[in-house]
């Protein structure tokens, strides 16, 4: 027992040992530490400021700094509510710690990990003075011990009011504000005495990240939800009371429109600035010297920025249109070329007097191509499902119905009787459970291809090619390419393939980008390279495309986006739809009440879009978007066309289809092959060009046809199991009977065969003379020949050399004489070939193998 108590006082020697001297090497690296002076508040100044450039590296686009407002306000200046709302939302418990909250500190990793997004903090109001007045912005171990020592230094320096005053007039609050003052008159046109308690909870809300949380951002709404926050806490804390709670939830707070004018492409540069700092930290993009090279095009922003002004200002009054987005990207690479976030940053709202988020139809700061809770896409969104059809074996050629057609099962197939009945007014129609959509100009047109489908953007047939296609594989075809936004299957239904799902310009533009670049997908940036204050590089653009989509599938769709004979009877031969010179894909949307109207085209090395409509959400007039969308497209296109390699969309590749139905044929499943001569039956000897395979007419929806799930297998053996054959049939054989169409039996396939194709009808022919076994390799091929007719008469003499069609003879006398010096890469021994051919096809061959020498 003596021994082992020995043993461990032994143990607890060494321990404390060890402690004194860790503690003590601890304390001499502390000693060591350069500290900065904490006392020269009013001496510190921002040295090194981050700067964005375009894809040159040449054009500064913005300097962080620049611009830097400050405007210093005595403590009793400065209003309770600010001052409040400040320490209730970024450190409650302010005045109980010493510059270090503990528990604040264990409680915020708590959060987080349980939220996994990561955004409460916790640092003290104290140690984040210390953080942006008197340390540089690398996150490391030494700094952080630095600020902790320098924030318990402050407290013991100076008084909690001190400390507060210091913290407000020092923060950065976004938009080049520093301090509460500054962001008073930057965000409100006020002097800080003035501002509201709704606007108080405004500015506590955003220091915590104001590139984030900016009011004139992406993130708006979050915005709000944390001024919310922060007058919630003041409530509950009885720092404000019920009444004044109540009157700052109902405020509409304006923030006001600032113009600057050394702020160039202002909302491409506010998303990288968003970029950077979710990447790399709010301080080091407020004063971490950062070089950034960025993927803009200058000539091509300035361009569209004009004509997106220019074609809204003259649709305004025409289509009740108030706003417009413009977004280019490379699909090579994935870079946004040009970035347009509204018809001008630094306009006013509109109508005047409107209140942002809620009534103002155009907001000038708030980036519509990249929306948080984006719009709604309307026929836009068409080609990512047939995509998906195109995928699972169905084909640009596909015969589909277009019919009115009821497409809830639960519900009369009679579309007509529906309509005929009184409407329900205790039912609104977003309850009504009966789904027959119509198309945009109210005609359907019977049987139709995918093809004239997609490129005339018909609505039934889309519908129902979703039906085909699969919800589900439809989204995750919208997802590989990049759709982000469309997260929820269980939210979406038939209606999905008419935009009923909200997306933002940006990536819906860059996902049309894959199939400009033949499926490959380069994810969108706004980056080439990123430069820390002593030129390291911290981030760099390297190519690195994924194949997301088949190539075959990538170019079929282009193939029909491209199609302007498919899709001239909407749209007109001419229409802005059409570059010319150029073989460019497009694609309309309109959603059904007009609050979104869309265009997006590419060739292979350049993305377009372009969206209209208005922030509040209000109507337009109603026109489809080739009216109001495509003006602007067109006019930007072929600007930009001008400045880039002129490069073709590639055709997809020709594919044999053995069901008639997804070739085309909508008359039936069942063929037979004819002699188009005789008009009977083919046989054997039918000459290839002259068989035809023709449908018994037996008009069934493409369900009777085509298991949906695999388009490219046998029949379905009882095709009235699937939920939706009985509504999509009944529409079809309606047709057939307005129509007046006679269907079909096997007994009316032709009983007699084809009988003018016969070996015995072939012609006669002999070579008289016969070409020589040899001839120099610039020497003259020369033979006659001897023809007689059997039954037909002859009609044409091909003769060809190695394969090569060398000439025809159509009448007598029947010589032939060729130079072969005119041939190159001749062959030592090539064969002489020459078929007859009668009028109605019958043919004979015969062949001579020549010598060719030098």
């Known amino acids: 027992m003596t021994k082992k108590l020995l043993r461990l006082k032994k143990i607890g020697l060494r321990a404390g040992i060890a402690a004194i001297v860790l503690g003590g090497i601890l304390a001499l690296w502390i000693l060591t530490l350069d500290i900065p002076n904490f006392e020269g508040f009013s001496e510190r100044k921002i040295v090194e400021s981050t700067k964005i450039y375009d894809r040159t590296g040449s054009i500064l686009l913005y300097d962080v700094h620049r611009d830097v407002q400050r405007t210093v306000v005595p403590f009793e200046e400065i209003p309770r509510h600010v001052k409040n709302a400040t320490v209730i939302i970024e450190d409650a418990n302010f005045y109980n710690h010493g510059g270090f909250d503990v528990s604040g500190f264990f409680r915020a990793v708590l959060v987080n990990v349980l939220s996994g997004n990561f955004t409460q903090g916790g640092s003290t109001i104290t140690q984040q003075l210390v953080k942006n007045a008197l340390l540089t912005p690398e996150k490391t171990f030494d700094r952080k011990l630095k600020e902790l020592i320098l924030a318990l230094r402050v407290e013991r320096t100076y008084s909690k009011e001190q400390i507060l005053e210091f913290y407000l007039n020092e923060i950065p609050y976004g938009s080049s504000a520093y301090g509460v003052a500054a962001a008073a008159e930057i965000y409100f ?95 080091m993009v407020e004063r971490g010297g950062l070089k950034v090279t960025t993927t803009l095009d200058w000539e091509l922003q300035q361009k569209a920025e004009e004509l997106t002004k220019k074609f809204v200002e003259e649709e305004q009054e025409k289509f009740n249109v108030h706003n417009a987005g413009l977004v280019a990207v490379d699909p090579q690479t994935g870079g946004i070329r040009v970035m347009v976030g509204s018809r001008d940053f630094f306009g006013e709202p509109l109508p005047a007097g409107c209140t942002p988020g809620a009534t103002c139809r155009f907001e000038p700061q708030v980036n519509v191509t990249a929306y948080s809770f984006g719009r709604q896409p309307g026929s836009a969104f068409k080609p990512f499902v047939y995509a998906t059809a195109f995928k699972k074996g169905y084909a640009p050629e596909t015969a589909i119905f277009d019919l009115p057609t009821e497409f809830n099962p639960d519900c009369d197939p009679d579309v007509a009787k529906q309509e005929l009945e009184p409407e329900d007014e205790n039912r609104p129609d977003s309850q009504n459970p009966c789904y027959h959509p119509k198309n945009y100009d109210e005609v359907f047109r019977g049987p139709i291809t995918f093809r004239e489908a997609l490129a005339q953007s018909i609505n039934v047939p889309a519908v129902k090619v979703l039906y085909l296609a699969g919800l589900i594989d439809s989204l995750k075809t919208a997802r590989d390419l990049g759709i982000t936004t469309l997260a929820d299957p269980a939210r979406y239904g038939l209606t999905l393939v008419l935009g009923g799902g909200e997306v933002k310009l940006l990536e819906m533009v ?40 088949d190539t075959q599938v990538a170019r079929q769709i282009s193939s029909v986006l491209a199609d302007n004979k498919a ?6 031969e001419q229409s802005y739809l059409v570059i010319p010179g150029h073989t460019v894909a497009a694609k309309t949307g309109t959603t059904n009440d007009y609050r979104d109207a869309w265009v997006i085209g590419y060739v292979p090395n350049l993305a377009v879009g372009v969206w209209f409509g208005n922030n509040d959400n209000t109507a337009m007039e109603k026109r489809v978007a080739g009216f109001i969308a495509a003006p602007l497209w067109n006019a930007f296109f072929q600007t930009a066309l001008l400045s880039i390699e002129k490069k073709d969309l590639i055709p997809p590749t020709p594919e044999t289809i053995e069901k008639p139905v997804l070739r085309g044929d909508w008359r039936g499943g069942i063929t037979y092959t004819i002699d188009t001569i005789s008009g009977k039956r083919a046989t054997e000897y039918t000459p290839p060009q002259y068989r035809k395979n023709v449908p018994l007419t037996q008009i069934h929806t493409i369900l009777h046809w085509v298991d949906k799930n695999n388009p490219l297998g046998p029949n379905p053996a009882d095709p009235g199991r699937d939920p939706q054959y009985e509504q999509w049939e009944f529409a079809v054989r309606r047709w057939i009977s307005f129509q007046g169409i006679r269907e079909e039996t096997e007994a009316d396939i032709p009983q007699e065969f084809d009988d003018v194709h016969r070996p015995e ?55 032939f004489v060729y130079n072969l010096g005119t041939l190159a890469n001749l062959n030592p021994t090539e064969t002489v070939a020459v078929i007859a051919y009668d009028s109605v096809g019958n043919s004979t061959t015969i062949e001579r193998v020549i010598r060719i020498t030098d």
Do not use: C, M
Request: charged share 25%; aromatic share 10%; glycine share 8%.
């Open 189 to 283: 046109g006020k002097k800080l005495p003035d501002i509201t308690l709704a606007e108080s909870a405004y500015l506590a809300a955003l220091p915590r990240a104001p590139t984030y949380y900016s009011p004139y951002g992406a993130h708006r709404d979050t915005l709000d939800k944390r001024k919310d926050l922060v007058l919630s806490r003041l409530l509950k804390n009885d720092f404000v009371t019920q009444e004044e709670y109540d009157a700052a939830a109902k405020e509409e707070v304006k923030f006001v429109t600032r113009g600057n004018e050394t702020l160039k492409a202002p909302h491409f540069v506010l998303y990288v600035k968003e970029y950077l700092a979710q990447k790399y930290g709010e301080e």
């Open 510 to 549: 860059a996902a049309y980008g894959v199939f400009a670049n033949d499926g490959l997908r380069n994810p969108v940036t706004s980056i080439v390279k990123v430069e820390d204050a002593r030129g390291n590089i911290l981030e760099e653009w390297k190519s690195g495309p994924v194949q997301v989509l």
């Open 567 to 572: 899709r001239s009877p909407a749209f007109g």
């Open 761 to 815: 009808y072939a012609p006669s022919i002999s070579f008289k003379p016969a070409p020589s076994d040899s001839f120099p390799r610039t020497g003259t091929l020369s033979f006659g020949l001897t023809v007689s007719t059997s039954r037909y008469p002859v009609q044409e003499i091909a003769v060809t050399l190695g394969g090569r069609l060398l000439g025809t003879i159509k009448s007598a006398p029947y010589t």
